[in-house]
């Protein structure tokens, strides 16, 4: 376990509804996996975009600050 899943909340209720789903049955869902992949990957997106968006600012304000 890292960090992020110790001090997360939503990862346990994430964590606890899955083992949930796991005790009543021994199959494993793929939608279930796809769409926890799916929603994994739309966050990751977000973070690269937000990122992305504060490097450029940063640069764009040095470069205001700079001509000056």
Do not use: W, Y
Not at 27 to 32: M, P
């Amino acid at each position: 376990m890292n960090g992020d899943q110790i001090t997360n909340p939503k990862f346990e209720q994430t964590s606890h509804s899955m083992q949930k789903t796991v005790r009543k049955s021994k199959k494993v869902d793929i939608n279930l996996l796809l769409n926890n992949l799916r929603a994994e990957r739309k966050k990751k997106k977000f973070e690269n975009i937000i990122l992305f968006g504060l490097a450029v600012t940063a640069v764009v304000i040095t470069g205001i600050i700079v001509s000056l």
